[in-house]
């Protein structure tokens, strides 16, 4: 496997301006936290991200999107898998002024693959 490095799949449930903000990055990084969102949380399954963006930001935004991006591997080890709820229910919690480094360790393109109105 020279020069391919290991990845993880990760999920992130979003928003419509959230998403916007991701196609102004060319779909390559997530945008900066606001103020009031001092943790980026990508999530560890599809179908945990499908019921954030169907039930929660459908209600509160209008849309919401599962998205699925791969990140290096080896750096995912310094965030510990948080269980927020159910077995299921898995994150990681990166601190907001992580968040440049953790979008340098995204290989490849952030997909859009479900979408709900």
């Known amino acids: 496997m020279t020069g391919q490095r290991a990845t993880t799949t990760l999920w992130r449930p979003t928003g419509p301006t959230e998403l916007e903000l991701v196609r102004a990055l060319d779909w390559r990084a997530w945008p900066p936290r ?3 969102q001092p943790i980026f949380y990508p999530v560890l399954n599809e179908d945990y991200a ?3 963006a169907r039930d929660w930001n459908v209600k509160h935004d209008g849309a919401g999107y599962a998205t699925r991006f791969e990140v290096a591997s080896e750096f995912l080890q310094r965030y ?3 269980q927020a ?3 299921t229910i898995l994150e990681l919690w990166v601190p907001a002024e992580e968040l440049d480094k953790f979008n340098s ?3 490849g ?3 859009v693959v479900h979408e709900f109105r």
Request: no cysteine.
């Open 80 to 82: 510990p898998v948080q």
């Open 109 to 111: 393109a952030i997909h």
């Open 50 to 52: 499908i019921k954030i």
């Open 105 to 107: 360790h995204i290989v």
């Open 85 to 87: 709820g159910g077995q």
């Open 34 to 36: 606001l103020p009031e």
